[in-house]
């Protein structure tokens, strides 16, 4: 019995053995990865393959024009030993072309040692920056709370960013975060203006797990993920399914955060639910939807628009239900508001928050019954539970259930 408990441990802990070396496999395989993608960045590769190139080839010509006449040149070594002399423009003199073509090669390897060498150096000093302030980046990163990070890049990104904190006005700019594989002279032109130059900013795909992990999600205030179509020639599809591939990882590392995703086409939607996504944005229906209603109503676009312009004087905003209110009939809140506020209410925004919190509440509240038939019923609802789901203009009656919100319209636009 004793060498048959021995056998199972010895086998479990193989199997712990063979887990944990895949997994650290896959993770440095992943930096791996992000460092070559990080030298084809500063085309680092590119320039190495270029200086071998000229290095064989210049080695291979001072060769064949100076053997048999230049005793300096017994063998093919000799030459790609002068060849990386001269381009490293080092110039020990231990050997020196003496025919007139082997003169030429010469002069054309110093032009080009001056010329490699130098873009070599520069190129490294400036990974070597980047390198060192990306690690300073991801540490504060990974250690921040209350980041507001954006998946992906919009070529209005300039405005993005002012409306989202025009909106936000507790949110330093210091405090967003972008993840985004784009080139950092776009980023750098956007971070040169005061108002941006504190936002942090991630180089890479932005459903990378590896970068994904080196940033705090658990206590982020709020993960964006855009419809990214700063890349040409990708279609609708593969942006979504980049989307969708985000929020999946997002949610694997960080359940209970709260994400807000971007998608193109419906056809996706069904796959976010099931990754718990919180939130999800169909900018491409809402624009047709907007073009439906401008056909059938008049001015119902200007009214939709006034309500969501960042520069207007009115807005639509959500606000808690106080808890006194919670389990109440609507028509008790909705005089309350308009004994003690100017803003008005038209309806509720149920299940707020993180979908995964409010299925581990609802699982919780669906047990405590004893009643099997009502449980099953009570679990049937969880499942069915969307999140930040909006009620408007209830009826009187309605009773208003926990993790409720109350949507208002905020502000005047009285003529000036």
């Known amino acids: ?111 080009s040692g001056v010329v490699t060498m130098s873009l070599l150096t520069g190129n490294i000093a400036s990974f070597l920056v980047e390198a060192k302030l990306r690690g300073k980046s991801m540490s504060f990163l990974g250690q921040h709370k209350g980041l507001f990070i954006i998946c992906g890049w919009k070529n209005d990104m300039e405005l993005l960013l002012r409306d ?30 005061p108002q941006f130059s504190k936002i942090n900013f991630v180089k890479g795909d932005f459903h990378n797990e590896t970068i994904l992990k080196s940033i705090n999600l658990a206590d982020s205030s709020k993960i964006m993920v855009l419809a990214d179509l700063s890349h040409k020639g990708e279609s609708a599809t593969e942006t979504d399914s980049k989307t969708v591939m985000a929020v999946i990882t997002i949610k694997s590392i960080a359940p209970t955060c709260y994400v807000c995703a971007e998608l193109l086409s419906r056809s996706f939607e069904q796959y976010l639910r099931i990754a718990m996504c919180d939130e999800i944005i169909f900018s491409k229906e809402y624009s047709r939807t907007l073009l439906a209603n401008a056909s059938n109503s008049v001015g119902i676009t200007h009214v939709i628009y006034e309500l969501l312009d960042v520069d207007t004087s009115t807005s639509l905003v959500t606000l808690d239900v106080p808890l006194e209110f919670i389990g109440k009939p609507y028509k008790e809140f909705k005089q309350h508001i308009r004994n003690n506020a100017k803003d008005i209410i038209i309806g509720l925004l149920e299940n707020t928050g993180s979908v995964v919190e409010m299925k581990r509440h609802s699982i919780r509240e669906a047990q405590k019954t004893a009643d099997m038939a009502k449980l099953v019923e009570n679990l049937k609802k969880t499942k069915n539970i969307e999140g930040n789901k909006p009620k408007l203009n209830p009826s009187d009656d309605y009773i208003i259930p926990a993790h409720s919100m109350g949507i208002f319209i905020s502000g005047s636009s009285d003529a000036q």
């Not at 080139?183 to 971070?191: A, Q, Y």
Request: with cysteine; net charge positive; proline share 1%.
């Open 1 to 111: 019995m004793q060498n048959s408990l021995q056998k199972q441990k010895r086998k479990t802990k193989k199997r712990h053995t063979k887990r944990s070396f895949k997994n650290s496999l896959r993770y440095y395989l992943a930096i791996l990865k992000d460092f070559i993608s990080t030298l084809r960045e500063f085309n680092l590769i590119k320039l190495i393959g270029i200086i071998f190139g000229i290095t064989f080839t210049g080695a291979l010509f001072v060769f064949l024009v100076e053997r048999g006449t230049n005793e300096a040149y017994k063998n093919y070594f000799d030459s790609i030993w002068y060849t990386i002399v001269t381009l490293t423009t080092t110039g020990y003199g231990d050997k020196f072309p003496t025919t007139f073509w082997g003169r030429i090669g010469g002069i054309f390897l110093m032009c």
């Open 164 to 193: 989202i904190l025009t909106y936000n006005k507790d949110l330093a700019p210091e405090d967003l975060v972008i993840i985004a594989n784009i080139h950092e002279e776009t980023v750098s032109k956007i971070k040169t203006l």
